[in-house]
């Protein structure tokens, strides 16, 4: 059993910054990825990092923009957010499980994760 718990969801400003956390009960699985949800649309992958390696992967409309890293020794993962947009406006969910290395990579993820957390709101105001 993994427990994910995200923090460090808020309110800022267009072009501000947050970086969420996402608290890891045990890394046995290889691969945590960064989803978010807005209102009124389907879920949608974020960037995702192999825990074997921190290869990291990131989709084309957070690249630049977004970083995820991780603290292994404190079993967390972040996601820093910087250069935020109004379309980045969601519940941000951290989600983990075991999938072939290249799908993480290259952020071919599945549908159905084994473990996610409970969310976290972020809200861009423009």
């Known amino acids: 059993q993994v427990q994910l718990v995200e923090s460090g969801g808020g309110s800022v400003q267009a072009g501000g910054s947050l970086r969420l956390s996402c608290a890891v009960s045990?890394?046995?699985?290889?691969?945590i990825a960064w989803f978010r949800q807005a209102p009124g649309k389907e879920r949608e992958g974020v960037g995702s990092?192999?825990?074997?390696?921190?290869?990291?992967y990131y989709a084309d409309y957070v690249k630049g923009r977004f970083t995820i890293s991780l603290d292994s020794p404190k079993n967390t993962m972040f996601l820093q957010m910087t250069g935020l947009k109004p379309e980045d406006t969601a519940i941000y969910y951290c989600?983990?499980?075991?999938?072939?290395?290249?799908?993480?990579?290259?952020?071919?993820?599945?549908?159905?994760?084994?473990?996610w957390g409970q969310g976290t709101q972020v809200t861009v105001s423009s």
């Open positions: 990092i192999f825990t074997g390696s921190g290869t990291t």
């Open positions: 989600a983990a499980d075991n999938i072939p290395p290249y799908d993480c990579y290259s952020g071919s993820w599945p549908l159905a994760w084994s473990y």
């Open positions: 045990s890394y046995s699985r290889n691969c």
